[in-house]
């Protein structure tokens, strides 16, 4: 009896961690892109770019040019990302693997100009 209970608490375990792995671990990325368009929505800014992301999540696939700065509108990726858009900066994005801010679109981990 005591066998079974650990089975199945193992089991449900496995299927938990599996499903919180699945959302984070991958992550959507480009180098060389420029930013097309900034759009401003009450917390969020969502940035779409020259170029689609390679790899992320499933939950990102309607938008593979995009990504959303989850962060606020005057946080500093937000910053970073409306002076590379003035002045048509080549920057490098990564995303966080999750779509948890704006379904559809994948929340950003990090933006770097490049030279």
């Known amino acids: 009896m005591k066998l079974s209970a650990i089975i199945v608490v ?3 375990g496995v ?3 599996w499903g919180a792995l ?3 671990t ?5 180098e060389y892109v420029t930013i097309n368009s900034i759009e401003d929505r009450d917390t ?3 940035l779409t ?3 689609p992301l390679q790899d992320g999540p499933a939950c990102a696939a309607q938008h593979r040019d995009a ?3 989850g962060n606020g509108s005057r946080s500093l990726d937000a910053e970073k990302a409306r002076q590379a858009y003035k002045i048509g900066q080549v920057v490098k ?3 966080g693997g999750n779509c948890k801010k704006v379904s559809g679109y994948e929340t950003l981990s990090s933006i770097e100009p490049m030279q």
């Open 10 to 12: 193992l089991g449900f």
């Open 44 to 46: 969020v800014v969502i």
């Open 26 to 30: 991958t992550s959507g990325h480009a």
């Open 49 to 51: 770019f020259s170029g």
């Open 15 to 17: 299927s938990c961690a």
């Open 67 to 69: 990504l959303v700065i």
């Open 22 to 24: 699945s959302d984070g």
């Open 93 to 95: 994005v990564w995303g």
